[in-house]
């Protein structure tokens, strides 16, 4: 309906909390020189915007793509979380239009739990059993959200038991800058021994020295204690 853009507007703001949206700026990292400066917030909770998002869920790619230029930090998130349901109800043909407009839109899926909500669900479930080139180079990007885009994706591979890219692009990113790919590739590494302990040793017993110390750490999270000691002393 011509309407649902600005109806999905006015529900949000109508439900925004002034001071809960104090306490994100301060969690996402605002502040001047930041990853999310610049990034506005209504201080709305995520099961909110997942209603609204299911409400909402037959608007047009159009509207999606209105809703994530803008500066409103709950926006461009119910937008995506928009695009999950469109892409889940999809054919071949519609996921992969999906899949485009998702990659032609990547400047503004510009915060991590932007990137956690999305990637997985769409970028990485269509590319499970096709060709992976793209993953690659946006894990080389200079650009910190296309890094973690490549990383986060490779969550539906490992989900399904394929956890060849999943370790190449973590050792891409071994040696990464940013936190929050750390953070990220830690993530990934332990989610790979939820499924294969054995595949995620062997990373580590290559890597582990070298890693960044939350990688790591985040890596090895599940573990039992003696062998979290071992990873952390040797």
Aim: net charge positive.
């Amino acid at each position: 309906m011509a309407n649902d853009l600005k109806n999905i507007q006015e529900e949000l703001q109508e439900i925004r909390d002034p001071e809960k949206a104090k306490i994100l700026l301060k969690f996402f990292k605002t502040g001047k020189g930041q990853y999310g400066e610049g990034d506005l917030f209504l201080g709305i909770k995520v099961p909110q915007q997942r209603k609204i998002a299911k409400k909402y869920s037959s608007i047009s790619l159009d509207d999606i793509g209105q809703l994530l230029k803008s500066n409103i930090h709950e926006f461009r998130l119910t937008s995506l979380l928009i695009l999950v349901h469109k892409y889940k109800k999809e054919g071949f043909n519609g996921k992969k239009e999906i899949v485009d407009f998702y990659l032609s839109h990547m400047e503004n899926i510009n915060n991590w739990d932007l990137i956690d909500s999305s990637a997985p669900y769409i970028l990485g479930d269509f590319l499970l059993d096709k060709d992976k080139s793209v993953l690659y180079r946006l894990a080389k990007s200079d650009n910190l959200w296309e890094r973690r885009t490549a990383i986060l994706s490779t969550f539906a591979f490992i989900k399904n038991n394929q956890f060849e890219d999943a370790l190449n692009i973590a050792e891409i990113l071994l040696l990464d800058k940013q936190d929050l790919i750390h953070k990220a590739v830690g993530w990934m590494l332990r989610e790979i021994g939820k499924k294969d302990e054995r595949a995620e040793e062997e990373f580590l017993e290559k890597h582990h020295r070298k890693m960044p110390r939350t990688m790591l750490r985040y890596s090895i999270e599940k573990f039992e204690h003696e062998k979290r000691k071992f990873y952390l002393s040797n």
